[in-house]
């Protein structure tokens, strides 16, 4: 019976939870050129916000797309994470919006500052409180979920958001302007692509094929930046112009840059994940360290590359 389930578990296509953000938006346009096989492949998309991360602790999807602080909560709690592939590093995409009297980061003190309940949000948060120089004791956290976020500043419950695009454009819509991103701080906030250790022990095949599909549409959109935005940008309900800016303020690691990022000894994303995880237990974020080593799976990388070169 248990190597009938695992054959029947071959059979079945991953489960992959991806929400609506411009850096994941890669799998979907993988998708959409017919890169991913639906019978190895499906891609589950969640609300904003948190639900992704739910969804793996849940057992329902076999992996996701989800930021580092969010990996290394899983590995603490036991859930087996394995790193893949770095999907995005975000260098402006992430954001504090104020509202037009508050003029700069110390002019946060006393205001009451709209976050998300995430690991993300409250990483991002302490960052945003070290360079304003104040402590989460000298403003009023509200905890407010991402599609909550324009309807809170719009309805006067909040004085500023911690949020990203798309969600940042509503907002200047709505008069708020920027007061930080994550520009400031470089590397620290990265999205990973992350699979269960028994999908790569009995399906890692089916992970071979989601990477090449997804570097091969991230090979499309250098190639062919017009017609991938004309693509990707209305699944997240954002105008082509607004989508390419989002698309620069992130970095997208294509196959080679991966190969860089995920091996060697150590690993460059082994440094950065071990940064992440000190300034995390530091900050009360995180109950105690991570082997960060394990969660790294360079290897598939490997198979792809050898696949392309074919």
Not at 36 to 55: H, I, N, T
Not at 151 to 163: K, M, N, P, S, W
Not at 190 to 218: I, K, N, Y
């Amino acid at each position: 019976p248990a190597a009938y389930q695992v054959t029947v578990r071959d059979a079945e296509p991953l489960r992959i939870a991806a929400g609506p953000f411009p850096g994941y938006e890669p799998l979907y346009l993988a998708r959409e050129l017919g890169l991913l096989d639906p019978d190895q492949v499906r891609l589950v998309e969640y609300a904003p916000g948190s639900q992704s991360l739910r969804a793996y602790r849940n057992g329902v999807v076999d992996g996701a797309a989800l930021t580092a602080d969010e990996v290394l909560l899983l590995a603490r709690e036991g859930y087996d994470p394995r790193i893949v592939a770095v999907l995005d590093y975000s260098n402006g995409i992430d954001v504090v919006m104020a509202r037009p009297e508050i003029t700069s980061l110390a002019g946060l003190r006393g205001q009451r500052i709209g976050v998300e309940n995430t690991a993300l949000g409250a990483y991002f948060l302490s960052r945003v409180l070290h360079f304003a120089g104040l402590t989460k004791d000298d403003v009023q956290l509200v905890p407010t979920e991402l599609s909550e976020h324009s309807r809170a500043y719009g309805e006067g419950r909040v004085d500023a958001v911690i949020t990203f695009a798309p969600q940042r454009e509503i907002l200047s819509a709505q008069g708020a302007h920027q007061l930080f991103d994550s520009s400031l701080i470089p590397g620290e906030i990265v999205d990973l692509l992350v699979v269960r250790q028994r999908v790569l022990d009995h399906q890692s095949e089916s992970v071979a094929h989601l990477l090449t599909g997804l570097f091969g549409a991230l090979d499309h959109l250098a190639r062919d930046p017009a017609s991938s935005v004309q693509r990707m940008a209305p699944r997240v309900s954002m105008s082509e112009a607004d989508f390419a800016r989002a698309l620069d303020e992130l970095e997208l690691p294509d196959l080679a840059q991966n190969l860089r990022l995920m091996q060697g000894n150590p690993p460059h994303l082994e440094l950065t994940l071990t940064e992440i995880m000190e300034l995390m237990i530091r900050e009360g974020l995180l109950e105690g360290p991570v082997e960060v080593s394990r969660l790294i799976r360079g290897d598939l990388l490997n198979v792809v590359q050898h696949r392309a070169a074919r």
